[in-house]
């Protein structure tokens, strides 16, 4: 007999919690893409992503899930042979650069390995001895959804710049943007991709490729692909060109009613500092039920951790027994441990991640937690005490003005 008959709560990082607002807001007939409102609607919505980006540079938008603005960032900017210094720090950062050896695109892999961020001084280094220019662009994460690793954005710009180097900074915030800060502008980043599905609470299907002047100016396309090209979509002539084809209607009504709730009612410095306490109330369950050393958190430094996803590894079997316990005698469903071992073997059941992005309030974290509290006793997995208490501690200290 279950208890989890009741309101699920997918708590992986990505897809998130859609609020119902947003799903509600899909719930109608389809629009006239000729003239209307969804052009009207659709002009909203770009100045509104960039404003949760920080940027006054371009956005296209892409009918596509998080790989599709790898696809399109790389079409964008380099050609078939081009070099690029690919960051890895975890799972998705070499994820984009196998895109890039996909289109034929010559990728180093600089790796920092499952349990840290990207090292400045040895990008620095890299970027010094590339005497002839060699490397066109710097890709990395902000933050890798794997190993829950937060890289410091803009250390990476200043190691470029110190190197005095040419090549364009592109960063992947796909699990990052509406999460933690991010200052595209400020920090100089040249490329930014991300996508719908995470921060910003709406159904997986659009993708967002947001891009700067030296960007533009850095391009030297030979084969320019009439579909992925960003500069119909940014500036289109014609009300299609946005989309290269039909728009996506009901996935533009979510995203407006979601940047709504960011932008206009909530704010997004609002919704950093409140993906920020809950970030650190999980991490105070974590410790908490890790003073038996069952659990440890994936990255050991507070500052250097997401603040949407964490990422955490257990003796044997335990990352295993809270995913299934969670999911199917409570109704929570916990994050796997992508990238730290293979399915299928021993090692996978020592690792899960909790998602922590998105549509949440109190009750939904405290209820994540609660799931795992409850199902550290019930098989009796050795755990500390006052791990609730210890959330709700450092959630009540949020600064509510
Ligand atoms: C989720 C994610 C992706 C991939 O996005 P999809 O929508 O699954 O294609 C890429 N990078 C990061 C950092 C992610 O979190």
Redesign the pocket.
Known sequence: MSLHHGRTILAI??PSVMPERVIRAMHRASPNIYEGEMIDMTATILPDLKKVARTSGNVAIYI???????EASINNTLNKGDKVLVLGT????P??GDMGKSLGIDVELMDFGMHSDADPARIYERLRADKSNEIRAVLT??????SSVQNDIPAIRKAINDANHPALFMV?????LGCEPHEMDQWGVDVM?S?C??GLMTP?GL?FVFFNEKAQKARKLVHPSLYWDWTTRANPDVYYQHFGGTAPTHHLYALREALDMIVHEEGIENVWARHETFANAIWAAIDAWGDTGTMWHNIKSHSKRSRG?SSVQTTPDVGGILRHDCEFLAGVTLGIGLGMAQPNTPEYAQYFRIGHMGHLNVHMVMGTLGAIDFSLKRNNIPHGDGALAAAAKVMADHNFN
């Open positions: 990082p990505g596509g899930n998080g790989h599709s603005a790898w975890g799972r998705f950062g994820g984009w994460v902000q933050t890798d959804t794997a992947d915030c796909i699990a990052s991709v996508a599905q995470k997986a993708a996803v």
